[in-house]
Nanobody, 123 residues
């Protein structure tokens, strides 16, 4: 069964940067047409952050992270990344990567979730 594994979270001060990674196991990475990053803060629903197509030509961002976060993928290495700059306390959440249909940003459309990685930005 396909499974995605997130890593790279941690504690960072406001204004700092982190790079999250997502690795695939059990399935060739290039078979994922659309890969995305989502996050879930305590007491809130999981929300879309960013997504990228297989070839990297279709990229989407939530308005809240545009200009600060950059998503990328390396199919040869079976990896996807989320570079997060200018982090804010409101970015604090557990970050998940998931696989979904081309062009979607709906949480309900995505699956193969990993265990998540915690990002904490103290206020």
């Amino acid at each position: 069964q396909a499974q995605l594994v997130e890593s790279g979270g941690g504690l960072v001060q406001a204004g700092g940067s982190l790079r999250l990674s997502c690795a695939a196991s059990g399935r060739t990475f290039s078979q994922y047409a659309f890969l995305g990053w989502f996050r879930q803060a305590p007491g809130k629903e999981r929300e879309f952050v960013a997504a990228v197509s297989w070839g990297g030509t279709n990229i989407r961002y939530a308005d809240s992270v545009k200009g600060r976060f950059t998503i990328s993928r390396d199919n040869g290495k079976n990896m996807m990344y989320l570079q997060m700059n200018s982090l804010k306390p409101e970015d604090t959440a557990v970050y998940y990567c998931g696989a979904g249909p081309y062009g979607s940003s709906r949480v309900a459309d995505f699956g193969s979730w990993g265990q998540g990685t915690q990002v904490t930005v103290p206020s």
